[in-house]
Protein backbone atom coordinates (compact mmCIF):
# COMPACT_ATOMS: atom_id res chain seq x y z
CA UNK A 1 0.00 0.00 0.00
CA UNK A 2 1.03 3.39 -0.71
CA UNK A 3 2.84 5.20 2.46
CA UNK A 4 0.76 8.00 3.73
CA UNK A 5 2.82 11.03 5.13
CA UNK A 6 1.77 11.43 8.57
CA UNK A 7 -0.62 14.16 9.81
CA UNK A 8 0.33 15.49 12.86
CA UNK A 9 -3.46 16.61 14.09
CA UNK A 10 -4.49 13.27 12.28
CA UNK A 11 -1.62 10.42 12.48
CA UNK A 12 -4.34 7.37 12.33
CA UNK A 13 -6.13 8.77 9.57
CA UNK A 14 -6.04 5.69 7.22
CA UNK A 15 -8.23 6.69 3.86
CA UNK A 16 -10.36 4.31 2.24
CA UNK A 17 -9.33 5.08 -0.55
CA UNK A 18 -6.12 3.08 -0.32
CA UNK A 19 -7.26 0.48 1.25
CA UNK A 20 -9.63 -0.09 -2.00
CA UNK A 21 -6.15 0.28 -3.83
CA UNK A 22 -4.19 -2.12 -2.17
CA UNK A 23 -7.39 -4.33 -1.98
CA UNK A 24 -7.87 -4.40 -5.80
CA UNK A 25 -4.26 -4.72 -6.71
CA UNK A 26 -4.02 -8.08 -4.40
CA UNK A 27 -7.38 -9.14 -6.56
CA UNK A 28 -5.30 -8.07 -9.72
CA UNK A 29 -2.34 -10.77 -8.27
CA UNK A 30 -4.84 -13.67 -7.67
CA UNK A 31 -5.03 -17.06 -9.02
CA UNK A 32 -8.63 -17.35 -8.95
CA UNK A 33 -10.04 -14.26 -10.15
CA UNK A 34 -13.39 -13.07 -8.79
CA UNK A 35 -15.59 -10.08 -8.77
CA UNK A 36 -18.32 -8.88 -6.28
CA UNK A 37 -21.70 -7.11 -8.21
CA UNK A 38 -23.82 -4.60 -6.80
CA UNK A 39 -27.07 -3.15 -7.74
CA UNK A 40 -28.82 -0.49 -6.40
CA UNK A 41 -32.57 -0.36 -7.10
CA UNK A 42 -34.67 3.13 -6.73
CA UNK A 43 -38.20 2.57 -8.17
CA UNK A 44 -37.43 1.78 -11.66
CA UNK A 45 -33.49 3.04 -11.51
CA UNK A 46 -31.06 0.38 -11.45
CA UNK A 47 -26.98 1.70 -10.65
CA UNK A 48 -24.74 -1.14 -10.48
CA UNK A 49 -20.98 -1.82 -10.13
CA UNK A 50 -18.38 -4.45 -9.54
CA UNK A 51 -14.89 -4.67 -7.68
CA UNK A 52 -12.75 -7.02 -7.88
CA UNK A 53 -11.89 -9.74 -5.22
CA UNK A 54 -8.74 -11.21 -3.59
CA UNK A 55 -8.68 -14.67 -2.68
CA UNK A 56 -10.50 -15.62 -0.03
CA UNK A 57 -7.40 -16.61 1.56
CA UNK A 58 -5.55 -13.45 1.66
CA UNK A 59 -8.69 -11.13 2.25
CA UNK A 60 -7.88 -9.00 5.26
CA UNK A 61 -9.98 -7.42 8.16
CA UNK A 62 -9.83 -4.37 6.28
CA UNK A 63 -11.03 -5.66 2.72
CA UNK A 64 -13.68 -7.17 4.91
CA UNK A 65 -14.71 -3.80 6.71
CA UNK A 66 -14.10 -1.81 3.30
CA UNK A 67 -16.67 -4.15 1.28
CA UNK A 68 -19.40 -3.22 3.72
CA UNK A 69 -18.06 0.48 3.49
CA UNK A 70 -18.17 0.36 -0.72
CA UNK A 71 -22.22 -0.58 -0.32
CA UNK A 72 -22.87 1.80 2.03
CA UNK A 73 -21.06 4.02 -0.65
CA UNK A 74 -23.34 3.34 -3.35
CA UNK A 75 -26.28 3.06 -1.48
CA UNK A 76 -25.69 6.72 -0.31
CA UNK A 77 -24.47 8.11 -3.89
CA UNK A 78 -27.16 6.42 -5.55
CA UNK A 79 -29.97 6.40 -3.28
CA UNK A 80 -32.73 3.11 -3.34
CA UNK A 81 -34.57 0.51 -1.53
CA UNK A 82 -33.15 -2.81 -2.60
CA UNK A 83 -29.72 -3.83 -2.78
CA UNK A 84 -28.55 -6.96 -5.31
CA UNK A 85 -25.76 -8.95 -4.33
CA UNK A 86 -23.58 -11.18 -6.54
CA UNK A 87 -20.45 -12.36 -4.30
CA UNK A 88 -19.41 -15.22 -2.51
CA UNK A 89 -22.23 -16.48 0.44
CA UNK A 90 -19.67 -15.38 3.37
CA UNK A 91 -19.64 -11.80 1.71
CA UNK A 92 -23.29 -11.45 1.01
CA UNK A 93 -24.37 -12.52 4.53
CA UNK A 94 -22.03 -9.95 5.85
CA UNK A 95 -23.93 -7.31 4.16
CA UNK A 96 -27.30 -9.07 4.73
CA UNK A 97 -26.78 -8.83 8.21
CA UNK A 98 -25.36 -5.08 8.05
CA UNK A 99 -27.98 -4.00 5.94
CA UNK A 100 -30.78 -5.15 8.35
CA UNK A 101 -32.81 -3.06 10.65
CA UNK A 102 -30.72 -5.52 13.66
CA UNK A 103 -27.43 -5.00 12.29
CA UNK A 104 -24.93 -2.13 12.09
CA UNK A 105 -26.08 -0.46 8.95
CA UNK A 106 -29.96 0.50 10.42
CA UNK A 107 -29.44 3.92 10.44
CA UNK A 108 -28.73 3.19 6.67
CA UNK A 109 -31.63 0.90 6.29
CA UNK A 110 -33.95 2.69 8.31
CA UNK A 111 -32.89 6.10 6.27
CA UNK A 112 -33.54 4.85 2.94
CA UNK A 113 -36.73 3.34 4.27
CA UNK A 114 -38.41 6.67 4.98
CA UNK A 115 -37.11 8.33 1.70
CA UNK A 116 -38.64 6.25 -0.81
CA UNK A 117 -41.95 4.47 1.97
CA UNK A 118 -41.36 1.23 0.94
CA UNK A 119 -39.40 -1.50 3.40
CA UNK A 120 -35.58 -1.82 2.97
CA UNK A 121 -33.86 -5.38 1.08
CA UNK A 122 -30.88 -7.20 0.53
CA UNK A 123 -31.15 -10.07 -2.04
CA UNK A 124 -28.62 -12.41 -3.40
CA UNK A 125 -28.77 -12.49 -7.20
CA UNK A 126 -26.89 -13.97 -10.41
CA UNK A 127 -29.27 -12.72 -12.55
CA UNK A 128 -27.13 -10.52 -15.06
CA UNK A 129 -30.61 -9.01 -16.00
CA UNK A 130 -30.08 -7.71 -12.26
CA UNK A 131 -26.97 -5.73 -12.99
CA UNK A 132 -28.04 -3.63 -15.85
CA UNK A 133 -27.74 0.17 -15.19
CA UNK A 134 -30.83 1.68 -15.86
CA UNK A 135 -30.01 5.31 -15.09
CA UNK A 136 -31.81 8.75 -15.54
CA UNK A 137 -31.08 12.87 -15.64
CA UNK A 138 -33.35 15.27 -15.92
CA UNK A 139 -32.64 18.75 -17.34
CA UNK A 140 -33.36 21.46 -15.48
CA UNK A 141 -31.81 24.62 -14.39
CA UNK A 142 -30.16 27.35 -16.79
CA UNK A 143 -33.00 29.56 -17.27
CA UNK A 144 -32.28 33.40 -17.02
CA UNK A 145 -35.13 34.69 -18.28
CA UNK A 146 -37.43 36.67 -16.24
CA UNK A 147 -37.71 37.96 -12.52
CA UNK A 148 -36.24 35.53 -10.32
CA UNK A 149 -35.78 34.47 -6.69
CA UNK A 150 -32.84 32.35 -6.09
CA UNK A 151 -32.61 30.91 -2.25
CA UNK A 152 -30.21 28.79 -0.59
CA UNK A 153 -30.82 27.11 2.61
CA UNK A 154 -27.73 26.41 5.08
CA UNK A 155 -27.32 24.97 8.61
CA UNK A 156 -25.63 28.42 9.66
CA UNK A 157 -26.79 30.65 6.70
CA UNK A 158 -29.38 31.38 4.54
CA UNK A 159 -28.59 33.36 1.37
CA UNK A 160 -30.91 34.44 -1.77
CA UNK A 161 -31.14 36.75 -4.54
CA UNK A 162 -33.16 38.76 -6.93
CA UNK A 163 -32.43 38.02 -10.67
CA UNK A 164 -33.44 39.50 -13.45
CA UNK A 165 -32.75 38.41 -16.92
CA UNK A 166 -29.55 36.43 -15.69
CA UNK A 167 -28.18 39.72 -13.80
CA UNK A 168 -28.00 39.29 -9.95
CA UNK A 169 -29.37 42.71 -8.70
CA UNK A 170 -29.59 42.13 -5.32
CA UNK A 171 -27.98 39.77 -2.86
CA UNK A 172 -27.60 39.09 0.85
CA UNK A 173 -26.70 36.61 3.51
CA UNK A 174 -28.23 35.90 7.24
CA UNK A 175 -26.95 33.38 9.80
CA UNK A 176 -29.76 31.56 11.53
CA UNK A 177 -29.72 28.26 13.42
CA UNK A 178 -32.12 26.14 11.75
CA UNK A 179 -30.57 22.53 13.36
CA UNK A 180 -31.43 23.68 16.94
CA UNK A 181 -35.01 25.11 16.23
CA UNK A 182 -38.38 22.45 17.12
CA UNK A 183 -40.53 25.33 16.08
CA UNK A 184 -41.75 24.81 12.11
CA UNK A 185 -42.67 28.44 12.00
CA UNK A 186 -39.20 29.68 12.98
CA UNK A 187 -37.88 27.95 9.52
CA UNK A 188 -41.14 29.24 7.46
CA UNK A 189 -41.02 32.62 9.03
CA UNK A 190 -37.11 32.43 8.09
CA UNK A 191 -37.55 31.54 4.28
CA UNK A 192 -40.49 33.88 4.39
CA UNK A 193 -38.38 36.54 4.83
CA UNK A 194 -35.68 36.22 2.66
CA UNK A 195 -38.41 35.43 -0.50
CA UNK A 196 -39.87 38.45 0.87
CA UNK A 197 -36.79 41.27 0.49
CA UNK A 198 -35.62 39.43 -2.49
CA UNK A 199 -38.52 40.14 -4.35
CA UNK A 200 -38.95 43.72 -3.08
CA UNK A 201 -36.12 44.26 -5.59
CA UNK A 202 -37.93 42.83 -8.72
CA UNK A 203 -40.52 44.60 -10.57
CA UNK A 204 -42.55 41.39 -10.05
CA UNK A 205 -41.53 37.39 -9.19
CA UNK A 206 -42.18 35.01 -12.14
CA UNK A 207 -40.12 31.94 -10.57
CA UNK A 208 -38.81 30.91 -6.98
CA UNK A 209 -35.65 28.34 -6.96
CA UNK A 210 -35.07 26.78 -3.56
CA UNK A 211 -31.30 25.21 -2.72
CA UNK A 212 -31.23 23.42 0.39
CA UNK A 213 -29.58 20.87 2.60
CA UNK A 214 -31.34 17.43 2.80
CA UNK A 215 -33.24 15.06 0.62
CA UNK A 216 -36.24 16.35 -1.54
CA UNK A 217 -38.57 14.41 -3.81
CA UNK A 218 -41.32 16.47 -5.99
CA UNK A 219 -40.38 19.48 -3.91
CA UNK A 220 -41.03 18.15 -0.47
CA UNK A 221 -38.78 17.24 2.19
CA UNK A 222 -38.16 13.75 2.71
CA UNK A 223 -34.99 13.78 5.40
CA UNK A 224 -33.25 16.82 6.17
CA UNK A 225 -30.81 17.95 8.45
CA UNK A 226 -32.10 21.58 8.89
CA UNK A 227 -35.35 20.26 10.32
CA UNK A 228 -33.68 17.48 12.76
CA UNK A 229 -35.19 19.45 15.87
CA UNK A 230 -38.51 19.65 14.69
CA UNK A 231 -40.63 16.87 16.78
CA UNK A 232 -42.92 14.05 14.99
CA UNK A 233 -45.93 16.02 15.33
CA UNK A 234 -44.89 18.97 12.89
CA UNK A 235 -43.54 16.56 10.08
CA UNK A 236 -46.19 17.59 7.52
CA UNK A 237 -45.66 21.05 8.36
CA UNK A 238 -41.46 20.13 7.51
CA UNK A 239 -42.53 18.58 4.49
CA UNK A 240 -44.15 21.04 2.65
CA UNK A 241 -42.64 23.76 3.90
CA UNK A 242 -41.18 25.45 0.29
CA UNK A 243 -44.16 24.89 -0.96
CA UNK A 244 -46.05 26.97 1.63
CA UNK A 245 -43.37 29.31 1.73
CA UNK A 246 -43.90 30.76 -1.36
CA UNK A 247 -47.33 30.33 -1.67
CA UNK A 248 -47.58 32.51 1.58
CA UNK A 249 -45.34 35.13 -0.04
CA UNK A 250 -45.64 34.99 -3.90
CA UNK A 251 -48.85 33.09 -4.87
CA UNK A 252 -48.83 30.55 -7.56
CA UNK A 253 -45.48 30.81 -9.12
CA UNK A 254 -43.04 28.22 -10.53
CA UNK A 255 -41.14 26.68 -8.07
CA UNK A 256 -38.33 23.92 -7.80
CA UNK A 257 -36.71 22.23 -4.87
CA UNK A 258 -33.47 20.86 -5.06
CA UNK A 259 -30.75 19.38 -2.79
CA UNK A 260 -27.93 21.82 -1.97
CA UNK A 261 -25.19 19.82 -3.40
CA UNK A 262 -26.84 19.43 -6.46
CA UNK A 263 -27.14 23.45 -7.23
CA UNK A 264 -23.57 23.76 -6.10
CA UNK A 265 -22.59 21.39 -9.28
CA UNK A 266 -25.34 23.26 -11.43
CA UNK A 267 -23.95 27.01 -10.08
CA UNK A 268 -20.10 25.30 -11.23
CA UNK A 269 -21.28 23.90 -14.53
CA UNK A 270 -22.79 27.26 -15.39
CA UNK A 271 -20.06 29.28 -14.24
CA UNK A 272 -17.34 27.31 -15.68
CA UNK A 273 -19.03 26.25 -19.04
CA UNK A 274 -18.01 22.28 -18.06
CA UNK A 275 -20.03 19.26 -17.71
CA UNK A 276 -19.03 16.18 -16.12
CA UNK A 277 -18.42 17.88 -12.56
CA UNK A 278 -18.74 17.33 -9.10
CA UNK A 279 -19.66 19.78 -6.84
CA UNK A 280 -18.92 19.69 -2.81
CA UNK A 281 -19.91 22.29 -0.40
CA UNK A 282 -17.82 21.97 2.49
CA UNK A 283 -19.85 24.19 5.23
CA UNK A 284 -22.26 22.80 8.16
CA UNK A 285 -21.91 19.33 6.93
CA UNK A 286 -20.85 17.81 3.28
CA UNK A 287 -22.92 18.76 0.74
CA UNK A 288 -22.23 17.38 -3.28
CA UNK A 289 -24.02 17.17 -6.61
CA UNK A 290 -22.94 15.87 -9.94
CA UNK A 291 -23.47 17.68 -13.08
CA UNK A 292 -23.18 14.50 -15.76
CA UNK A 293 -21.27 14.74 -19.01
CA UNK A 294 -25.06 15.42 -20.52
CA UNK A 295 -25.37 18.62 -18.57
CA UNK A 296 -27.99 17.23 -16.35
CA UNK A 297 -28.93 16.76 -12.64
CA UNK A 298 -28.63 12.85 -12.14
CA UNK A 299 -31.61 12.49 -9.07
CA UNK A 300 -28.39 10.52 -7.35
CA UNK A 301 -28.81 11.30 -3.56
CA UNK A 302 -24.86 12.53 -3.58
CA UNK A 303 -24.62 12.04 0.20
CA UNK A 304 -21.42 12.31 0.31
CA UNK A 305 -21.62 13.31 4.12
CA UNK A 306 -22.57 9.97 4.94
CA UNK A 307 -19.69 8.28 3.02
CA UNK A 308 -17.03 6.76 5.28
CA UNK A 309 -13.29 7.77 3.78
CA UNK A 310 -11.35 7.53 7.24
CA UNK A 311 -10.89 3.64 7.76
CA UNK A 312 -9.36 4.11 11.05
CA UNK A 313 -11.32 1.43 13.38
CA UNK A 314 -11.31 4.71 16.04
CA UNK A 315 -11.96 7.15 13.54
CA UNK A 316 -14.44 10.30 14.49
CA UNK A 317 -18.03 9.11 14.79
CA UNK A 318 -21.22 11.17 13.41
CA UNK A 319 -23.68 11.60 16.24
CA UNK A 320 -26.50 11.17 13.95
CA UNK A 321 -25.54 8.20 11.71
CA UNK A 322 -24.00 6.47 14.46
CA UNK A 323 -20.93 5.44 11.90
CA UNK A 324 -17.18 6.42 11.96
CA UNK A 325 -14.71 8.16 9.77
CA UNK A 326 -18.00 9.52 7.57
CA UNK A 327 -17.07 12.87 5.30
CA UNK A 328 -19.61 14.91 7.48
CA UNK A 329 -16.71 15.10 10.43
CA UNK A 330 -13.70 15.42 8.17
CA UNK A 331 -14.89 17.95 5.29
CA UNK A 332 -16.90 20.74 7.21
CA UNK A 333 -16.47 22.93 9.81
CA UNK A 334 -17.14 20.21 12.70
CA UNK A 335 -14.12 19.50 10.99
CA UNK A 336 -11.98 22.81 11.39
CA UNK A 337 -13.32 22.47 15.37
CA UNK A 338 -12.16 19.21 16.05
CA UNK A 339 -8.91 19.61 14.57
CA UNK A 340 -8.39 23.18 16.33
CA UNK A 341 -8.88 21.94 19.91
CA UNK A 342 -6.29 19.37 19.03
CA UNK A 343 -3.68 21.61 17.52
CA UNK A 344 -4.19 23.44 21.27
CA UNK A 345 -6.09 26.47 19.85
CA UNK A 346 -8.32 27.71 22.56
CA UNK A 347 -12.19 28.33 21.22
CA UNK A 348 -14.37 29.58 23.74
CA UNK A 349 -17.58 27.30 24.38
CA UNK A 350 -20.12 29.76 23.95
CA UNK A 351 -19.43 30.17 20.58
CA UNK A 352 -21.95 28.83 18.10
CA UNK A 353 -20.16 26.29 15.16
CA UNK A 354 -20.23 29.21 12.74
CA UNK A 355 -18.47 31.83 15.34
CA UNK A 356 -16.04 28.96 16.12
CA UNK A 357 -15.20 28.72 12.23
CA UNK A 358 -14.54 32.48 11.69
CA UNK A 359 -12.66 32.61 14.92
CA UNK A 360 -10.10 29.65 13.74
CA UNK A 361 -10.27 31.71 10.08
CA UNK A 362 -9.74 34.95 11.30
CA UNK A 363 -6.13 33.38 13.43
CA UNK A 364 -5.07 31.86 10.24
CA UNK A 365 -5.39 35.69 8.38
CA UNK A 366 -3.32 36.48 11.27
CA UNK A 367 -0.48 33.63 10.45
CA UNK A 368 -1.03 31.40 12.98
CA UNK A 369 0.66 28.18 12.45
CA UNK A 370 -1.84 25.80 14.30
CA UNK A 371 -4.57 27.48 11.90
CA UNK A 372 -2.62 27.09 9.24
CA UNK A 373 -2.12 23.12 9.96
CA UNK A 374 -6.06 22.90 10.36
CA UNK A 375 -6.72 23.17 7.14
CA UNK A 376 -3.82 21.69 5.66
CA UNK A 377 -5.08 18.43 7.12
CA UNK A 378 -8.40 18.96 5.92
CA UNK A 379 -6.67 19.40 2.44
CA UNK A 380 -5.14 15.97 2.95
CA UNK A 381 -8.96 14.69 3.96
CA UNK A 382 -10.12 16.15 0.21
CA UNK A 383 -7.38 14.69 -1.53
CA UNK A 384 -8.14 11.16 -0.61
CA UNK A 385 -11.55 11.55 -0.30
CA UNK A 386 -11.08 12.42 -4.29
CA UNK A 387 -9.13 9.71 -5.28
CA UNK A 388 -12.03 7.58 -3.65
CA UNK A 389 -14.70 9.46 -5.37
CA UNK A 390 -13.47 9.63 -8.67
CA UNK A 391 -13.81 5.89 -8.98
CA UNK A 392 -17.42 6.25 -8.94
CA UNK A 393 -18.35 9.71 -10.69
CA UNK A 394 -15.62 9.55 -13.27
CA UNK A 395 -15.55 13.48 -13.08
CA UNK A 396 -13.75 15.77 -15.55
CA UNK A 397 -14.29 18.27 -13.03
CA UNK A 398 -13.69 19.55 -9.56
CA UNK A 399 -15.70 22.88 -7.28
CA UNK A 400 -15.10 23.70 -3.69
CA UNK A 401 -17.83 25.90 -2.50
CA UNK A 402 -18.92 26.63 1.13
CA UNK A 403 -17.94 28.38 4.35
CA UNK A 404 -14.99 26.48 5.38
CA UNK A 405 -13.02 27.13 2.24
CA UNK A 406 -13.21 30.92 2.44
CA UNK A 407 -10.36 33.14 2.62
CA UNK A 408 -7.08 31.52 2.50
CA UNK A 409 -8.15 28.59 4.34
CA UNK A 410 -9.62 27.79 1.14
CA UNK A 411 -6.04 28.04 -0.73
CA UNK A 412 -4.47 25.41 1.88
CA UNK A 413 -7.47 23.17 1.26
CA UNK A 414 -7.33 22.92 -2.41
CA UNK A 415 -3.05 22.90 -2.41
CA UNK A 416 -2.59 20.21 -0.11
CA UNK A 417 -5.81 18.02 -1.92
CA UNK A 418 -3.83 18.89 -5.04
CA UNK A 419 -0.64 17.68 -3.45
CA UNK A 420 -1.93 14.20 -2.68
CA UNK A 421 -3.35 13.57 -6.31
CA UNK A 422 0.02 14.58 -7.51
CA UNK A 423 1.63 11.77 -5.38
CA UNK A 424 -1.08 9.27 -5.31
CA UNK A 425 -2.10 9.49 -8.33
CA UNK A 426 -0.40 11.85 -11.11
CA UNK A 427 -2.60 10.74 -14.01
CA UNK A 428 -5.36 11.84 -12.25
CA UNK A 429 -3.68 14.91 -10.78
CA UNK A 430 -2.68 16.06 -14.48
CA UNK A 431 -6.25 15.81 -16.08
CA UNK A 432 -8.88 16.96 -13.02
CA UNK A 433 -9.59 20.04 -13.10
CA UNK A 434 -10.25 21.45 -9.48
CA UNK A 435 -11.26 25.09 -8.77
CA UNK A 436 -12.26 27.32 -5.75
CA UNK A 437 -14.52 30.30 -7.56
CA UNK A 438 -13.94 33.57 -6.17
CA UNK A 439 -15.17 35.09 -2.69
CA UNK A 440 -18.65 36.58 -4.04
CA UNK A 441 -18.86 33.27 -5.78
CA UNK A 442 -18.54 31.10 -2.92
CA UNK A 443 -20.84 32.99 -1.08
CA UNK A 444 -23.79 33.35 -3.00
CA UNK A 445 -22.95 31.28 -6.04
CA UNK A 446 -25.14 28.82 -5.16
CA UNK A 447 -28.45 31.21 -4.92
CA UNK A 448 -27.94 32.55 -7.93
CA UNK A 449 -28.02 29.22 -9.51
CA UNK A 450 -31.23 28.36 -7.53
CA UNK A 451 -32.65 31.31 -9.31
CA UNK A 452 -32.23 29.67 -12.59
CA UNK A 453 -33.72 26.34 -11.81
CA UNK A 454 -37.84 27.06 -12.26
CA UNK A 455 -38.45 27.17 -16.00
CA UNK A 456 -41.14 29.90 -16.39
CA UNK A 457 -44.47 28.90 -17.46
CA UNK A 458 -44.28 25.24 -15.86
CA UNK A 459 -46.89 23.93 -13.71
CA UNK A 460 -46.70 22.69 -10.22
Same mark, same amino acid.
Given at each position: ?T??PR???D?? /?KP %??L?????????QSSE +??????IA?Q?????????I???DA????? $?????? *????????????G?T??VDA????? @?????? /??????????VK??S?????P?DVI??? $????FET?? +?????????D???I???? !???????S?????V???? *?E???S???E?????HL??????L??A????????A????????YID?????????????P??????????????R?????V????????D??ALS?S?G???N??? !??A??T?????Y??P????T?????????P????? *???R? *???????C???Y???D???????RA??????N?T??QS????QK???E? @?R??E?????I???L?YA?LYY?? /??????????G?????L? !? $???????KA????E??S?F???FIT??????R? %?? +??????SL???????
Open positions: MSLLPLPD /F %IAIMKDMMEQA +QKRVMRIQELRVCAHWPLPCTMSS $DHDRFI *ESYVKTLLWLYGHIYPERIF @NRIKQA /FSLSGNRSFDFMQIYQRFKSD $DPMRND +QSSSIGRHMGCRGFDA !GGSDRKVAVMNGVIYS *EVTWPKTSDPNYEGIMSASTGSKLPRVDVGISSAGIDETRVASLFMSVGSDVDKVRTIYRDAVNTWGDPFVVVNDGVTGILNRNIL !GIMGSEAAGINKGSIGWLNELAFVIDMNP *EAVD *EWSNDIGGVKLSQAVIRLSKGIDINDLAALEYVLLRG @NEAEVFKTGVYGIHH /FYGMDALLILRVTSGG !G $DLILSNAVLEHNPLNRLLPDEKSR %IG +QSVAAAPKIGGIK
